[in-house]
């Protein structure tokens, strides 16, 4: 299967605990992106590498989140002293290199569902 | 302020008719749309996705009609099928900057059921 992988599927954990997840997108594709899913929200983006680098940051990216590409292919993304509220589905999209005009399909993952207790 | 709306939550059609799920935009700076087809536990799968070039495109059941002066958008699956049973997000992107660097603004998604 060449689709976007995301490790674990499931996480539960304690309050103050740190987490990390791992994306590992289709093989071919420079661009990732990681997003976060709450119950009756749709997707909301948080950064987006193009390779290695890091364009791109919500507001929602608090302090405490933190992610890296380091060689451009599978990505990381930790969370420290984790709070209730960051319990979500984390999803991670790709999408293969920029060609001019119109924006470029993203295609998610599974995505990892995080539990806070 | 969501930019992006889906205002119904649910909808409810019967197996071999067609299903019609809408979506509208506030953001003028968005020019590429898509739509997503999400099963419980899983991530958001691709369906169709339409340019503001055009105000129609289609995909064997599924067309995507949009009306940039109406900043509204719409979603036409026919016929609709028992496996069509899903949560459809629409999703939109501006021009994309510096290669390509902007993330998608989703709807909150509508729960689509087909009855038999």
């Known amino acids: 299967d060449t689709g976007v992988s995301q490790d674990p599927r499931h996480k539960i954990t304690k309050r103050g605990q740190n987490v990390t997840f791992r994306c590992d997108p289709i093989?071919?594709?420079?661009?990732l992106y990681w997003y976060r899913q709450t119950l009756g929200q749709g997707p909301e983006f948080l950064t987006y590498f193009q390779n290695e680098a890091q364009l791109e940051k919500s507001r929602l990216l608090s302090d405490r989140f933190s992610a890296e590409r380091p060689k451009g292919s599978f990505s990381t993304l930790e969370i420290q002293r984790t709070e209730q509220g960051d319990s979500a589905m984390y999803l991670c999209?790709?999408?293969?290199?920029?060609?001019?005009?119109?924006?470029?399909?993203?295609?998610f993952g599974p995505g990892t569902r995080l539990t806070v207790l | 302020d969501q930019q992006v709306k889906q205002n119904s939550p649910s909808l409810s059609v019967q197996e071999g008719r067609i299903s019609i799920l809408n979506c509208d935009y506030t953001n003028s700076m968005f020019d590429y749309f898509l739509w997503y087809k999400k099963y419980p536990a899983e991530g958001p799968t691709f369906l169709i996705s339409?340019?503001?070039?055009?105000d129609k495109n289609e995909d064997g059941r599924f067309t995507v009609f949009l009306n940039k002066s109406a900043k509204h958008l719409s979603l036409h699956i026919v016929p609709s099928q028992p496996g069509d049973s899903a949560v459809y997000f629409c999703a939109a992107s501006e021009v994309p900057r510096r290669g390509g660097a902007d993330g998608l603004t989703f709807g909150k998604g509508t729960h689509l059921i087909i009855q038999p």
């Open positions: 999209a790709s999408s293969p290199p920029y060609s001019g005009g119109e924006a470029d399909t993203q295609y």
């Open positions: 093989s071919e594709h420079n661009r």
């Open positions: 339409i340019s503001s070039i055009k």
